[in-house]
């Protein structure tokens, strides 16, 4: 039987020797990010998300082991435990597989079968069920076994009894039902139908008289059906041929020729009918629906990490409009670091007055502070706001640009216990501006703050297994903050908590000795924050920069346990830490090079992956690395849905990838969907994140505008001609 270690090499594709090490080290309280950047010599440079997979399944194969035992165990317990019986449990591959083997010796709640072996039937069932050559035929066999004192008072009531525990004995057959489920998984189909005779048109109509092949059914109409059904819109069932499931059942249990074989082929068929067609229906129902909630929550994770990793627009003073109706347009403006300069509330859709007014307002704090780029959200009255926004920048004289910023979870955030404490001088709408300018500086220091489930870049998030989303989701909020790192003395207490090695005591630990300390000078310092011990200051110190201090590798992602390692390299190369401050390392790749990675790595005591991230990092101090990828779009003019044209070349932001395309904002209000069939230029696209993700600024073209329905349909494939 493989180990757990030989399990995941095999399925991972890694060596043994890597996989027993990321073991140990979590086994130690490492965490991924830490293990993923600074232990890369013991694994074998696996990345975060191969490092996670692994964890995950190591979790269920540990689960998987304990099960085994207890099973085990219980049969045991019972006197019933044989070698055989034992090596099949150990060799069970799933939880499931288990369970069936498990399933004639679990203790059940009373049924027809024990019922029946309750009234000294069960020799009857034994000897039919044997099917030997020489067995009488049911009905003499029967005879034997009346006996009203016991509560059988004739031949029927005998065979009825023997039949059902039969039934139970081949509902409990773990090999018949793997190959069942195997069936039923190949040959079945999910059908769902409306629930009503004349139904009315709903978003569900798709589904109103809908077949598919069990092994084909796509993870978003799960998950339609499935919300469908609970909302009584639908009725849905697996439906799977009988007679070819009968067929396999009549295999396993038949012996022709047998007397008492058509006896056994009525229980057997009994069974099938009344206990295991039910059965494995629910099990492909729910098997389907694990799959899409994990397919779910795979595209939810795949689409958050670019939308957490936007490049910021750092520096800059930034207005936030948090647009609205009856309460107006919240207003703020806040420097480059994101401290609060100025607020207001303007009205410009009350009336063309207001509005006028609402531009003089707005162009006086521009002017005031020097505002470049204005943030606007992208919620209830956005469009009314964006055409103000142009007609202020028009008569300002350009200077300013702006960009719609998803406001998602912002009204969470604005009403939660953090908000009120970071900013207790404003109220709820205004701090949503606060937030939404943010958003556009720096859209991972804000968005960190908010519920990952209320950024809105999946689908059915709601449906998932919640204690499984949010633990995916914090995963993938935890690797971006550790990729870009967290800068020390400006960090707020949600971000920090983010950093692998803190939980929300030391980060707020964190912050109360900033506060009352001043700010930080060294990583060093670190260790001087109340119950911030060893073990957490070596799993986050290379994760927090500190600009201000005198040792420039403070400010890299080089670990303090590499600085002695850092220093030996600079010196083989002829280099100093002066050298790093100042930027002149611009052949540091090629001393490296020509001296030879493997002998500098030795001669600075760490592995060449280590060295290799030690250069990337002394070349750069400081970097981020959300710099090198695509600016987000700045505008200064608006389109309308009126203004598209089928053709209309456009360039666009991917706001949400999912199961069957991608949705593109051109700017316009209303984003626009590419679907699959439109993303791939002369290949077949198995899934649209192959092709593109969240973030990515693209080139589309019109294919078809509905303003009735506010539907945009675009393609990224060039038109012809």
């Known amino acids: 039987m493989e180990t757990i270690v030989q ?34 010599e013991m694994h074998g440079t696996m990345d975060d998300t191969t490092l996670r997979t692994l964890a995950d399944r190591l979790t269920y194969l540990r689960s998987l082991d ?31 597989e288990v369970e069936d083997l498990y399933r004639p010796y679990r203790p059940k709640r009373r049924t027809r079968a024990t019922i029946a072996k309750e009234k000294g039937l069960e020799p009857l069932a034994q000897l039919l069920f044997a099917q030997s050559r020489d ?60 629930a009503d005779k004349e139904p009315e048109d ?61 006896f056994v082929r009525a229980a057997a068929e ?52 948090d647009p609205g109706y009856r309460n107006g347009c919240k207003v703020a403006v806040v420097d480059g670091t994101g401290k609060v300069l100025d607020t207001a509330v303007v009205y410009p859709t009350f009336s063309e007055r207001k509005k006028e007014e609402a531009i003089d307002a707005l ?102 297994p919640q204690a499984r989303l949010d633990e995916t989701l914090s995963g ?73 201090s005198a040792n420039v590798l403070d400010n890299t992602g080089v670990h303090p346990e590499s600085y002695d390692a850092a220093g030996k390299l600079l010196e083989l190369c002829g280099y100093g830490m002066a050298d790093v401050k100042a930027g002149n390392l611009s052949q540091l790749p090629q001393r490296v090079k020509d001296f030879g990675e493997e002998k500098a790595a030795q001669a600075c005591g760490v592995g060449v992956p280590t060295l290799r991230d030690v250069v990337g990092e002394l070349m750069k101090p400081g970097r981020d690395p959300r710099d090198e990828l695509p600016k987000p779009i700045l505008r200064t003019d608006v389109m309308e849905m009126k203004d598209l044209k089928p053709g209309m070349e456009l360039t666009g932001t991917v706001r949400n990838v999912i199961d069957f395309g991608v949705f593109v904002d051109i700017g316009v209000h209303q984003d626009g969907l590419v679907h699959i069939s439109q993303l791939g230029a002369g290949r077949r696209v198995k899934h649209p994140s192959e092709v ?14 509905d303003e009735k329905k506010k539907r945009i349909s675009l393609t990224m494939k060039r038109p012809q001609g």
């Open 135 to 194: 067995c009488p035929a049911p009905e003499a066999a029967a005879a034997d076994y009346v006996d009203p004192e016991k509560g059988v008072s004739s031949v029927e009531e005998a065979l009825a009894g023997a039949s059902d525990i039969i039934a139970e004995a081949v509902s409990d057959d773990a090999d018949l039902r793997k190959r069942l489920r195997e069936l039923w998984r190949s040959k079945g189909r999910l059908v769902s139908r409306a």
């Open 66 to 96: 304990k099960r085994r035992e207890e099973v085990k165990a219980s049969i045991e317990g019972q006197g019933k435990l044989t070698e055989a019986l034992s090596s099949a449990i150990d060799a069970a591959a799933t939880l499931a």
């Open 363 to 464: 162009s006086r704090l521009i002017r005031k502070h020097g505002v470049a780029h204005i943030a606007i959200g992208n919620g209830t009255a956005s469009r009314e706001t964006e055409q103000m926004t142009v007609e202020l920048i028009k008569r300002l004289g350009g200077g300013v640009s702006y960009m719609i910023v998803s406001e998602a979870g912002a009204s969470v955030y604005s009403a939660s216990k953090l908000a009120a404490e970071e900013f207790p001088e404003y109220d709820v709408n205004l701090r949503s501006a606060v937030s939404i300018a943010r958003r556009l500086q720096d859209p991972l220091a804000e968005l960190v703050k908010i519920d990952p489930k209320a950024i809105g870049v999946g689908q059915y998030q709601h449906d998932m």
């Open 270 to 321: 009994d069974a099938y009918d009344r206990l295991i067609a039910p059965s494995i229906e629910r099990e492909i129902r729910n098997l389907l629906t694990e799959q899409a909630d994990e397919g779910a929550i795979k595209m939810f994770a795949l689409n958050l990490k670019p939308l957490l990793m936007q490049p910021p627009v750092k520096g800059f003073v930034t207005m936030g409009l």
């Open 7 to 40: 399990i995941l090499a095999r399925e991972l594709g890694r060596k043994e020797e890597h996989v027993q090490n990321v073991i140990t080290l979590l086994d130690e309280g490492n965490t991924i990010p830490f293990i993923a950047r600074y232990r890369k």
């Open 692 to 705: 593109c993700a969240v973030g990515d600024v693209v080139t589309v073209w019109v294919l078809e505008v």
């Open 476 to 548: 993938v909020v935890e690797d971006c903050v550790n990729s870009v790192g967290a800068d020390l003395n400006t960090a707020s207490v949600p971000l920090l908590t983010r950093v692998a090695g803190l939980n929300a005591a030391t980060a707020k630990n964190i912050v109360k000795y900033r506060e009352e300390n001043g700010a930080f000078t060294s990583r060093k310092q670190l260790l001087k924050v109340p119950k911030l011990g060893p073990k957490a200051f070596e799993q986050c110190a290379g994760f927090l920069r500190v600009p201000e």
């Open 202 to 262: 709903t978003v569900y109509r798709l589904y109103y008289d809908f077949k598919t092949p069990v092994s084909r059914a796509m993870g978003h109409q799960i998950l339609a059906i499935n919300r469908g059904e609970r909302e009584e819109v639908l009725k849905v069932s697996v439906e799977m041929d009988r007679e070819a499931a009968l067929i396999a059942v009549r295999r396993a249990v038949l012996v022709p020729g047998a007397p008492s074989m058509a």
